[in-house]
Every structure is written in structure tokens, then in C-alpha cells.
């Protein structure tokens, strides 16, 4: 959203100050009046705040603690997570417990450059999963999604969660073959399947095999 809740703390000293006149008014014609105006907007913080602060829909901050707990249920043992946040921000500090290796990687360029550590990191880990704060998409994203196969995408207030996957390799030729012809000339001469076994959340890669007969319109 464009405005968050916390940016009504300016009407504070408003609300103070009208409160402090409606009490002083009250105080002067009898004080069994003032601690009924008192009694009033105490009752009101004690019925409305314990739910303001344990519900997520009016929270003032996103739930991190939500998005940290979905890569935790789903990232592989192979996974690795990057940020542009840097380590000193405890923005994801708080829920984060380096179950995986934690990367900073700002939006700007670095030594050595930032292709050449995402290469390094992808070479290692077969997933990627992208932690960037803010909506500027950065050379790190454009990076990833030029690379890697991008399986999913989920906003929590101005973080992100971005899963990225980097399969290996595929053979030359198909593990499963197949004679298949489509419209224009189009054959698929099979597949090879990356993922041996399915499990909830995760996702199945697999390679296509494909071969155009001709010129194609």
C-alpha cells in the first residue's frame, strides 16, 4: 500500500490535545464525570489492542515471520538465499536461523561483479532463493531471471520471496524418447526428467526435446 498505519502517529499530539481539553472541561464541572471520560478510552485500548497486536491483518509491519517460515518448509538442502539487505539490517534477523548459506548482494555493482558471484553461487547451489526488499528490480533479479527458471513469486508488504531453480545440465539426447508431431512441421523426440520423486510445494523439471521438420512461419 502507499500508506502504512504507523503514519497516523502525526494526529497523536492532535488526539492527545483534544483528549487533555474534553478531561480538563470535565474536571472543572465534577470529577465523577472525569473518571467517567477517563474510564472510557481506557476501556477501549484494553477491548481493541490485545487483538491489534496479535492479529496479522492489522499489524503495522508484513509477516516475515510467514515468509521465512514458507522457504524454511519448502527450500531444498541445496538451496542458498539472497538478499540486498545487508547483514547489519535485522529486518529477516529476527525469524532467519542460517539454515542455509545467506548472501548480501546489494542492487548496485560490486567487487568482484555481481554476475560473476551469482555464477559462482548457481555453480554450487541448485536453488536460489531471493530475498529483495523494496519494488526496484536490481542487476541481481534481471541476473536470476535470465539464468534460472523462476518457480515462484510472493510479495509480504515491501518484501519479496522469489524461488529460482538451476537444474543441471541435460543429456544430448532424451532419456525418454517419443515421436510426436505437431502442426508446422513441429517433433518432439522426447524428455529428460530432472526430478526423480514429487513432493508438495516442490517443483518437477523437466527438459523438452524438440525439432522443427522446416522453415518455420
Same mark, same amino acid.
Given at each position: ?24 472541561t ?24 490485545p ?24 527450500a ?11 547483514p ?9 536461523r542460517?539454515?542455509?548459506? !545467506?548472501? /548480501?548482494?546489494?542492487? #548496485?555493482?560490486?567487487l568482484?561483479p555481481?554476475?560473476?558471484? &551469482?555464477?559462482? @553461487?548457481?555453480? *554450487? ?26 518457480i ?12 529460482y ?23 518432439? !523426440?522426447? /524428455?529428460?526428467?530432472? #526430478? ?8 518437477? &523439471?523437466?527438459? @523438452?526435446?524438440? *525439432? ?6
Amino acid at each position: 500500500p502507499m500508506f502504512f498505519e504507523r503514519y497516523m502517529m502525526v494526529m497523536l499530539p492532535a488526539y492527545l490535545l483534544l483528549l487533555a481539553l474534553g478531561l480538563a472541561t470535565l474536571w472543572r464541572r465534577s470529577r465523577w464525570l472525569l473518571g467517567i471520560g477517563l474510564a472510557l478510552p481506557i476501556l477501549a485500548g484494553v477491548a481493541v489492542l490485545p487483538g491489534y497486536y496479535a492479529e496479522t491483518r492489522y499489524a503495522s509491519a508484513a509477516d516475515l515471520r510467514g515468509m521465512i517460515g514458507r522457504l524454511t518448509s519448502l527450500a531444498g538442502p541445496d538451496a542458498a538465499v539472497v538478499s540486498n539487505l545487508p547483514p547489519s539490517d535485522p529486518t529477516y534477523a529476527y525469524y532467519y536461523r542460517d539454515l542455509w548459506p !545467506l548472501v /548480501y548482494l546489494p542492487e #548496485t555493482g560490486t567487487l568482484p561483479p555481481i554476475p560473476e558471484q &551469482l555464477a559462482a @553461487l548457481t555453480a *554450487q547451489h541448485s536453488e536460489i532463493w531471493y530475498l529483495p526488499y523494496g519494488a526496484q528490480r536490481g542487476e541481481v533479479e534481471t541476473w536470476l531471471d535470465a539464468h534460472g527458471v523462476r518457480i515462484s513469486h510472493q510479495w509480504y508488504g515491501n518484501a519479496q520471496l522469489v524461488y529460482y531453480a538451476f537444474p543441471p545440465s541435460p543429456p544430448g539426447a532424451p532419456t525418454v524418447s517419443l515421436d510426436v508431431y505437431f502442426a508446422q512441421g513441429i517433433r518432439l !523426440l522426447g /524428455y529428460h526428467l530432472h #526430478t526423480p520423486s514429487v513432493a508438495a510445494g516442490r517443483p518437477v &523439471l523437466i527438459t @523438452l526435446y524438440w *525439432q522443427a521438420e522446416g522453415k518455420m512461419s
